[in-house]
């Protein structure tokens, strides 16, 4: 071979490897926009106080754009920030059928994170035909101690509990107020359904997937929708979070490993995919503006996962 030839044959080498390359990152590029491209809608579902936006801050801090910009569609439903879970699961449903209406979806995966994961299991069990799957994301299926420490606590002084359930119907409005919105408020439902007693009488009209013991498991697929659940033990994981230091103190409140508001075990649903992620209630959705403990899994990513997995079961 002699040398021009030579030339020639890197050149082409050079040419092949760069056509390669191209093809590779467009190849990338293209499975990127569709990695989480779920065949039905993904509807996220707020938890106890939430918002879907208040003063341009969304209550799932970056995740409806990341699901988007991975091929997603998906909306962000905005209920009672203050109310039981029958109140709020009605008001999912008229959303999911408000949807329908409009665009044609004939089926939703729905996502709530804390009180959400009641109103999400409402939703399948009261109108299975208009829900694909059901994730519940530090969701305390089973109670919170904390509500249940406040219940205890104030729920027979008249005067206190009074005073503890104006103060946040009043703030629950206020929320509704900066959202845009005039939903009801009912904080003695909420903290019901959220207690002991009244998350097990929740379970007794809505059973579908509840584990039948402590930290246990059930047959995730019911009724033709899957059930899956994940959540975090860590409350403290960034000193620049303010909430970090209240959900510290409530942590203390649960009898097991907690996330603050929500109990390891008490968070299992269906199909438990993580119970200890190194995440506290507020880092699950990636708030506050992202902060989390350093080397602990992003939300974002995990929840992109989690449409992927979605995506490759065909729903």
């Not at 970090?244 to 508001?261: F, R, V």
């Not at 939300?299 to 490759?312: C, D, F, T």
């Amino acid at each position: 071979m002699n040398l021009l030839q030579l030339k020639k044959l890197k050149r082409s080498a050079a040419f092949i490897a760069a056509v390669a390359l191209l093809f590779s990152v467009s190849t990338l590029s293209h499975a990127g926009r569709t990695y989480a491209k779920t065949e039905n809608p993904i509807v996220l579902v707020h938890g106890f106080v939430g918002f879907d936006r208040v003063l341009g801050v969304d209550y799932w801090y970056g995740v409806a754009n990341n699901l988007s910009r991975n091929g997603a569609t998906v909306y962000t439903a905005n209920l009672s920030s203050v109310n039981g879970s029958d109140v709020r699961g009605e008001q999912l449903i008229s959303f999911l059928e408000e949807l329908k209406a409009s665009y044609g979806h004939s089926k939703f995966n729905l996502i709530g994170h804390s009180q959400g994961g009641f109103d999400v299991r409402y939703a399948a069990s009261v109108k299975p035909e208009l829900v694909a799957s059901v994730t519940a994301i530090g969701s305390p299926a089973t109670g919170s101690g904390t509500a249940e420490f406040l219940l205890n606590t104030f729920g027979d002084d008249p005067l206190a509990s009074t005073l503890i359930y104006n103060s946040l119907n009043l703030f629950g409005s206020l929320i509704e107020t900066l959202s845009g919105d005039t939903d009801p408020q009912n904080a003695v439902a909420a903290g019901h359904v959220l207690s002991y007693t009244g998350a097990a009488e929740f379970a007794v009209l809505h059973p579908q997937a509840m584990p039948t013991s402590p930290c246990g498991s059930r047959d995730h697929v019911v009724n033709g929708i899957p059930y899956y659940s994940w959540s975090g033990t860590k409350p403290f994981t960034n000193f620049l979070d303010a909430t970090d230091y209240a959900l510290s103190i409530t942590a203390k409140l649960d009898n097991e490993e907690s996330d603050g508001l929500a109990g390891r075990c008490a968070s299992h649903v269906g199909l438990t995919l993580r119970d200890n992620y190194k995440w506290n209630h507020v880092d699950q959705v990636n708030n506050l503006f992202g902060l989390r403990g350093w080397g602990s899994a992003n939300p974002l990513s995990v929840i992109r996962g989690h449409a992927n997995r979605l995506k490759n079961q065909g729903l």
